[in-house]
């Protein structure tokens, strides 16, 4: 499977910044997704990071506060606006290895991101 | 939107015993797979489930797509203490996943 990293790691930022979350992958694949997990909670897809085109953003997201950019077909970013509290979460990114379409629905995570606002 | 209720929400395990949890949705879905997440680390991909009533193992781990479509469970066999963390269950509906609340497994005092 692919190999994926996040920068940074973690961080911690005061409100109302925005911080840049960078995802590279090992290989091309054509399915790029952002995840928010919130402290002990589940995962909840944010987007699709379509290369080439806009984000698909899913219910309760949008791209003023989560703005995205997929340049290439091995690196995407995850802005996170604007930045309250509230917004203190694990952010991932992932993959489905390889390109083109009909997935197998098989999605390999990055290590996450650890962002806490203050 | 859709929902996946994973049981149970924690549990503890003593070194050699099995233990299994497991997954159910009031939809059909094709996919079901099974993740487990270690602190500090993104989910690790175990068992990918594409027909109803298949099981599959990796290693110690079995896991079963249910014959409704609906549910699926996962065994742990024999646990060791590097089996500890939170396993989700997830679903597929084209290339968007929908996790479970997980199940946090812990080490019995």
């Known amino acids: 499977s692919a190999v994926i990293s996040q920068k940074p790691s973690r961080d911690i930022c005061q409100r109302g910044t925005s911080l840049t979350i960078q995802c590279q992958v090992d290989s091309q694949v054509t399915m790029m997704f952002w995840y928010r997990q919130q402290p002990g909670q589940s995962l909840t897809l944010i987007a699709t990071?379509?290369?080439?085109?806009?984000?698909?953003?899913e219910s309760g997201f949008v791209i003023d506060k989560f703005p995205i950019s997929r340049p290439n077909l091995t690196f995407s970013t995850l802005t996170v606006s604007n930045m309250s509290p509230e917004d203190s979460s694990i952010y991932l990114c992932?993959?489905?290895?390889?390109?083109?379409?009909?997935?197998?629905?098989?999605?390999?995570f990055g290590p996450g991101t650890r962002l806490t606002v203050l | 939107g859709q929902q996946l209720n994973q049981s149970p929400q924690s549990m503890f395990i003593q070194e050699g015993e099995d233990v299994s949890m497991n997954c159910t949705s009031s939809?059909?879905?094709?996919?079901w797979l099974w993740y487990k997440q270690d602190p500090g680390e993104g989910p690790v991909l175990l068992i990918a489930l594409y027909k109803a009533g298949e099981l599959t193992s990796n290693g110690r781990l079995t896991a079963q797509f249910g014959i409704t479509r609906k549910d699926s469970f996962l065994n742990i066999s024999a646990s060791i203490p590097s089996d500890v963390g939170i396993y989700f269950c997830?679903?597929?509906?084209?290339?968007?996943?929908?996790f479970g609340g997980g199940t946090r497994v812990l080490v019995k005092p």
């Open positions: 997830a679903v597929a509906a084209g290339n968007k996943l929908t």
């Open positions: 939809s059909i879905f094709n996919t």
């Open positions: 992932s993959v489905e290895d390889g390109v083109g379409t009909g997935g197998s629905g098989e999605q390999f």
């Open positions: 990071a379509n290369q080439g085109s806009e984000a698909t953003y």
